[in-house]
């Protein structure tokens, strides 16, 4: 992969500086937008592969601008970044985590292992933003995911989404079980989710096609992602 693009939308110029410098710094190659006009003129002349918005943007029609994003159906994936008083309602936002929305202060490190992970996560054919299907999804935490490689839709359950997130927001790190009950699951007692991590990892490898080989079982210790 070349050089990654990203469009980093945010109105406040010390933050967006201030994660200008860390994108860069991480290798993607970024474009700025203050507001929306700017921010819609980026996507017209470019595709990136990720998007940073700050979630409190409005359009001059006084829409949300990632309402406007999520209505049109754009593919790219979109790390939202909330003001630190700024009330979010997490299940409304169509994310692999919950934790793809960041509240600032932001941390540098975090900005980049989830700009990382949405875009890894597409680019292993699971279009996580297939915002039709999850608009208009019947059933609260599921959606269907689409494989292009496949050709068939991929089913995965809210916890599975989760725990690929958190796998790829770590990836080539292993993790410990009880990292990963805490993250998916907020819990770390093990007796009480017995044997829910080594299900939920056959289920995830068994859906995930040839990528689930990269799921890999590290014997005694946890699971590491090598994608």
């Known amino acids: 992969m070349g050089t990654m693009k990203a469009l980093l939308i945010e109105s406040d110029g010390a933050a967006l500086q201030e994660m200008l410098a860390t994108m860069e710094g991480g290798g993607f190659a970024v474009d700025c937008a203050e507001d929306s006009d700017s921010a819609l003129n980026h996507l017209i002349c470019k595709r990136y592969e990720i998007i ?56 540098r490190d975090e900005l980049l292992n989830w700009s990382k992970a949405l875009i890894d996560f597409t680019n292993i054919n699971v279009g996580f933003m297939d915002f039709p299907s999850i608009v208009n999804q019947s059933h609260a935490g599921e959606s269907a995911l689409k494989s292009d490689k ?14 690929l997130g958190f796998l790829l927001k770590n990836r080539g790190k292993t993790v410990y079980k009880s990292d990963i009950l805490q993250s998916v699951w907020g819990s770390e007692e093990q007796e009480v989710f017995t044997n ?8 995830l490898r068994r859906k995930l096609g040839a990528h689930g080989k990269s799921l890999l079982n590290i014997r005694g210790v946890g699971y590491r992602f090598e994608i």
């Open 52 to 107: 940073l918005l700050n979630y409190a943007i409005r359009d001059l029609a006084g829409q949300r601008l990632y309402d406007r994003f999520h209505g049109a159906g754009l593919s790219t994936p979109i790390l939202l970044i909330a003001e630190q008083e700024e009330a979010v309602n997490k299940e409304e936002i169509i994310s692999i985590t919950k934790d793809s929305i960041l509240t600032k202060p932001i941390d």
């Open 150 to 163: 496949d050709s068939k839709d991929i089913e995965l359950t809210l916890a599975e989404k989760k725990l």
């Open 196 to 203: 829910i991590v080594e299900v939920y990892m056959t289920r």
